[in-house]
């Protein structure tokens, strides 16, 4: 079992930057990759970028790229998206996942933290 607990959320204007955090505990050895999803009022839940735990490999969903970026301490069990030059449309409730797995899906979720950008 791998439990996650993400912070860092918050609100802010247009332009500006949030970063959040996302602790893992439990089995974390076994962890083979992190990601971050989000959901806006009205709509579906949605990828936004994922490390992989071994060498650091990232992937972005397009409407994140040159904006968000995605990193972790191994030493502290961490993952961290840095969120720059966000949008109103970036408003959400950010989710932070954790997968045993090479294959696609996540097995553990945390509850989420509301981001919300102001125009």
């Known amino acids: 079992q791998v439990q996650v607990v993400e912070s860092g959320g918050g609100l802010v204007q247009a332009g500006g930057s949030l970063r959040l955090s996302c602790a893992a505990s439990g089995r974390t050895v076994s962890i083979y990759k992190m990601g971050w999803f989000r959901q806006a009022p009205g709509k579906e839940r949605e990828f936004v970028a994922r490390?992989?735990?071994?060498?650091?490999?990232?992937l972005y969903a397009e409407f994140v790229k040159g904006r968000f970026t995605i990193s972790r301490d191994n030493a502290k069990n961490t993952v961290y998206l840095q969120m720059n030059s966000l949008k109103p449309e970036d408003t959400a409730v950010y989710y932070c996942?954790?997968?045993?797995?090479?294959?696609?899906?996540?097995?553990?979720w945390g509850q989420g933290t509301q981001a919300t950008v102001s125009s």
């Open positions: 996942a954790a997968s045993l797995v090479r294959a696609s899906g996540y097995e553990y």
């Open positions: 490390i992989r735990w071994s060498d650091g490999n990232t």
